[in-house]
């Protein structure tokens, strides 16, 4: 990306009025998200393409903004322009003119996360001689900017409000709170205190051009309300492919997390403390059990359960008739003929379903809540090629007794199903908190005694899901994952070249044959920490078993104790490695150890591979940049299991070593 040598201005004297009591007591560009200040990650953003000074007027709690500046990367390129009055967002550029009319110089409020092409902003406003370019979005309810058919800004409806007038018809779009502007835009402004949407409109009667740039589905948060600064939180971490973070100087005890949880530094959470979709700001202490909210210090701000979801989350919230098959039953909702098309849409008989997560071939699944239950409904497109198998392997695994989400009702004419409700607490999530040696161990044992029970007593009974006993883990699928870790992570993400691609694909060969020749159990296939929830009292339950296949046990053990999602330690991995093969034993006669682990070694060469295969793609095809944060330990594990087999295959170990 090319650096621009222009300055910026962040205005920040705001009086974060809206978000009290959460800017009691810190102004809001100093407001933690993932604990980096909001202002801290606006100039990470512009410092990488911008080359130039940076000015920032201040009046709230001056002092905790000096401080800030004066500990920063930036320091010794920040100027403060302290105002009092506050000057408006006008009158605080007039303010800088000096500073500013170098060049040009990009606006960017204090208060909000954005992410656009800088280097396509930038070179737009050189380019096209504006005087003005404004960032704007197409958001109806918010758009009060009037633009012409060239862009070029007519008007601004209720300035300072963002509200539209519904008696005009116009073009519209709505102001982001991010400009470039020319130096000669700051002849439009008055001295003291002035606002730029009438400088803007000012400028564009005089011939100049000031024009909006669309950026349309861009990510944009507007942290004004503490709604939105949950979202702007919620946004980042779901940015990150997390649910939760833990300020590495916070002080947790022992302490049970569902939902979204954000524990920001030296914060304090005591044990036996309960949360759940709540954000825990810097010096706060917690005890009890809290649930949607933002905690301070000396606060706490409720909030809505839709307030607390990711944007991408809360916009498909949708609502839902319990009257009708699927859920009646469940929710106690039995209503027949006329009554139902009677019903209205905010009777008790609608809930709203707040979206939890996204599968594969575009499954959505939904919190649906009522009278104090809960339950999850996947929707699935209509030929989604898993939802039959996975209604049948339920319904054969809870015979079982294997832990799964119950399945509650179903609809198969529109691929849809309601589950029981496992809450939002994975083992990757619960790992995320401080735990002992013991507590790890314990939680682990009981998820291997599940892992046992599928290998054993469900293979036994096997003959009775005829869908999971034809559907074999053989030498094509083994095959396929490892084609699949050369296209997507080799080639696909590390652009690496196979130059003995021949020798490669016949080590590939020997290595799938080697593993089809394993004896074969039913598996779950992705048996990773992210696929097993800890329910209440800290039971495991096991979810995504529509993938379970007939295959070497050893590869469902590699998946878990090699995961490269949680690295366990090697003493606590060899502990659980002991009981797992303890308990084979214990439950079958004829197990046979040294087979096993035979096993073991070609299925984690394997399973390493197809993890960062779907890395990759998860990245490359899907956007999902965050998956390549596991890429390091995933090619680690496969780099150490490689070392102790390098004589047998040569040419895939060469290869390894230089990804």
Not at 183 to 188: A, S
Not at 459 to 482: A, G, S
Request: glycine share 6%; hydrophobic share 40%; proline share 5%.
């Amino acid at each position: 990306m090319p650096k621009y040598p222009i300055n910026i201005f962040l205005p920040a004297a705001g009086l974060g009025e809206r978000l009290r009591p959460i800017t009691n007591g810190l102004p809001k560009p100093l407001l933690p998200v993932l604990g980096k200040p909001i202002i801290e990650s606006i100039l990470e953003n512009l410092t990488s393409v911008c080359t130039g000074d940076i000015g920032i007027n201040i009046h709230y709690k001056p002092e905790m903004i000096r401080a800030w500046a004066k500990r920063s990367v930036w320091a010794n390129n920040i100027t403060l322009f302290p105002e009092n009055p506050i000057l408006g967002t006008g009158g605080a550029l007039k303010n800088a003119e000096p500073f500013l009319s170098r060049g040009p110089f990009i606006v960017h409020n204090s208060d909000i996360l954005i992410n656009i092409n800088w280097s396509r902003l930038i070179d737009e406003h050189i380019s096209s001689g504006n005087i003005a370019t404004l960032v704007c979005h197409r958001l109806s309810q918010i758009s009060n900017v009037v633009i012409d058919k060239n862009n070029q800004v007519l008007d601004v409806e209720n300035a300072g409000a963002s509200k539209p007038d519904p008696l005009t018809k116009a073009d519209k779009v709505a102001y982001t709170g991010v400009a470039i502007y020319s130096p000669e835009f700051l002849k439009f402004l008055p001295m003291g205190v002035s606002h730029t949407t009438v400088a803007w409109i000012a400028a564009s009667k005089a011939g100049r051009n000031v024009r909006a740039m669309d950026f349309t589905g861009c990510h944009w948060n507007d942290i004004g309300t503490p709604e939105t600064y949950a979202r702007a939180v919620l946004d980042t971490l779901q940015g990150d492919g997390e649910t939760v973070y833990v300020s590495p100087s916070a002080c947790i005890g022992r302490v049970d997390i569902d939902g979204y949880a954000v524990i920001e530094s030296r914060s304090r959470v005591n044990d036996g403390a309960v949360i759940k979709n709540c954000i825990v700001m810097p010096d706060a202490i917690v005890s009890g059990k809290h649930e949607n909210r933002i905690i301070g210090l000396d606060y706490s701000v409720a909030l809505s359960e839709s307030d607390m979801q990711p944007s991408l989350y809360a916009a498909d919230k949708k609502r839902v008739d319990l009257s009708e098959q699927l859920f009646a039953h469940y929710f106690g909702h039995q209503i027949q003929g006329e009554d139902v098309a009677k019903s209205p849409l905010h009777s008790a008989l609608w809930s709203d379903a707040i979206m939890i997560g996204r599968g594969g071939s575009d499954r959505r699944y939904f919190r649906v809540r009522h009278n104090g239950k809960t339950a999850i409904l996947m929707e699935c497109i209509p030929d989604d090629p898993d939802y039959e198998r996975h209604i049948l392997y339920t319904h054969f695994f809870s015979s079982h007794d294997l832990p799964v989400p119950k399945l509650l009702a179903m609809d198969r004419l529109h691929k849809l199903a309601l589950f029981e409700d496992l809450g939002d607490t994975s083992l990757y999530t619960f790992m995320k908190l401080s735990h002992t040696d013991k507590t790890i161990k314990e939680t682990y044992r009981n998820v291997l005694t599940i892992l046992i029970n599928l290998h054993t007593h469900i293979t036994d009974h096997v003959h009775e899901c005829q869908m999971l006993q034809n559907r074999i883990f053989d030498y094509d699928y083994f095959r396929w994952e490892t084609n699949y870790f050369l296209e997507r992570f080799v080639v696909g993400l590390n652009k690496t070249l196979v130059a003995n691609k021949q020798v490669v694909d016949e080590e590939f060969q020997r290595l799938a044959r080697t593993a089809d020749a394993h004896p074969k159990s039913a598996i779950h296939r992705d048996f990773q920490c992210q696929n097993i929830m800890i329910t209440s009292n800290r039971v495991p339950r096991i979810i995504d078993i529509q993938g379970a296949r007939m295959a070497p046990p050893a590869y469902d053990v590699a998946s878990l104790l090699w995961d490269p999602y949680h690295r366990l330690a090697d003493r606590i991995r060899e502990n659980l490695l002991g009981y797992y093969v303890s308990g084979m034993k214990n439950s079958l006669k004829n197990f046979n150890e040294n087979l096993f682990f035979e096993s073991l070694t070609t299925c984690r060469l394997q399973r390493h591979m197809q993890a960062l295969g779907a890395y990759g793609f998860l990245a490359v095809v899907k956007g999902k940049k965050y998956f390549t944060k596991h890429i390091p330990e995933g090619l680690r594990l496969l780099k150490e299991d490689l070392t102790a087999v390098k004589y047998e295959y040569p040419a895939l170990a060469e290869l390894v070593d230089r990804l």
